[in-house]
């Protein structure tokens, strides 16, 4: 038994290491397997991964080529928004999806009183399949739609451009087509960018463009006048913070305005701006070798001068040397002086001032000047004076900053400028020395015809203008007048041009019948002046420079006097 025993114990032994290396055997191929499982899994997970990255990278990249890109905003120089795209929904319908047309009428009309019922059957009766109803519909009229369920409804988004301010700086923001395309002002200029989303920041400040088209507009109704412009820029470097024409526009409704108000007084109107072209005669007088500084004019009797006889509008019976000629504004003086230094001598001033060219502006709506360049001594005495030469604003601006800028060429802009300043030189420095001090004379002597542009503590100086106005038909009406001012301040270190022209203004009681500049163009000057400085930071001045004043004192400026003489 023992034997037996032993025996199956043994036997037990054998079979227990057999078992145990069986299943040793099954773990290492069940684990190795599970390694190769996990293994392959890894590697597939590892390529699926990258073929989804792939995928992922794609539709990205897809998205990025096909996404409609917004149009660009507009700002102003503080950062104000002037002009930005929005989404809205547009209301279309397929006819042929429509079951009752009588009920789908009713349907619309409730909602939208403004289709008419006729129109609507016309649209509707088409055997087209998209029709477009309304441009642009509300969200209370799109949850209508809905709880109204009409049949063929399909409402698309749009982008619509809109315009925060209305009406403020409408002509240079311009405007863009039902495709949202520029077609007029900034818009157009910078189109490809704009459309592109980039953004465009212009020089103009918000504020003083809103303070300039109130002052102006209601200087015009105050003397009914048909309209006029305004120009704020920056004497340094040409920056135009303000430029208003009038009467403006809603730009958001620019599609429906009609052309003249749509038309830019400003950039594009061309006038003969009169007397303040005696500020550039005088300049070219003190530059050119023809003349000096102490000749004096007679201008005691009329011109006459082939079958023109040139007249001043209040006689001087006495000779007037060039700072009298400015400030007493002498027709027949500033004949004389351009007699003096001619035609050739004029021209080639009128030319480098840019005064015979279009504007290089970021707008596309720019003037050509119309300048008479026969080489007629009459034509060349007329001009002196601002007959015969027919600007925009805007040249008159440029010209006046470039005579207080030292002489240096300024171009306007409508962007704020990082690029270098031009070394351009029109004038000396002297000859722009001299020119402000009688800039200012004309605005502070009590002989000067702008003494209404005067702003306490501000040395403004400047140069009125009144024109006939030059009629459809050709000449000039003895009945309509173009009233320009041209100024600049402080005049000791002028930083801001301001240029007014105001078209067509009535003589009223409180004016005593009076139209001219000195009555209507002044007085807003004085009040632009006066608002914007503390925006610009431009502080009164408590104490002037005594080389200042000492340039005023040089020169005297005298009244009319019986029997005076020089």
Known sequence: MKIIGFLHNDFSIKNNLKLRRVKLSICSVLLIFSFTIIGYKTFSLAGITKINKNQISSKKNQQNLFSKLNRGNIYGRNGDLLATTIDVNSLNINPQEILNKNETIKKLNKIFPELKEESLWRKLNTKKRHVNLLREISPKQYVLLLEEGIEGIKIEAKDKRIYPNNNLVSHILGGTDI?????????????EKLRNGENITISIHNGIQYITEKIMSEQIKKFDAEGGAGIVMNAKNGEIYAITSLPDYNANDYNNINNQNLFNKATKGIYELGSTLKLITAAVAFESDHVKENDVFDVSTPLKVSSRTIRDFHPLNYRLNIPEVIVHSSNIGSAKIAKKFGTSTQLKYLKSLGLMDKLDLEVPELGKPQVLKDGKLLSTMTISYGHGIAITPLHLASATATIVNDGVKIKPTLLISNSKLS?????????????????????????????????????????????????????????????????????????????????????????????????????????????????????????????????????KIRGKKKGANL
Do not use: C
Request: without cysteine.
């Open 179 to 191: 495709d949202g395309k520029g077609i007029a002002g900034i818009e157009k200029s910078f189109n």
């Open 423 to 555: 070394n351009d030189r029109i004038f000396s420095s002297e000859t722009s020395k001299k020119m402000k001090s009688i800039m200012r004379l004309v605005v502070s002597s009590k002989h000067g015809t702008a003494k209404k542009a005067q702003a306490t503590g501000y040395l403004v100086g400047g140069k009125t203008g009144t024109a006939e106005k030059v009629s459809q038909t050709g000449g000039y009406s003895k009945k309509q007048n173009i009233v320009a001012f041209t100024a600049a301040y402080p005049m000791n270190d002028p930083q801001f041009v301001i240029t007014i022209m105001i078209d067509n203004p009535k003589g009223q009681k409180f004016s005593f019948g009076y139209r001219t500049a000195g009555w209507v163009a002044a007085p807003v000057i004085k009040k632009l002046v006066t608002r914007i400085s503390p925006i610009l930071n431009i502080k009164p001045e408590t104490k002037v420079s005594s080389d200042f004043t000492k340039d005023l004192n040089k020169y």
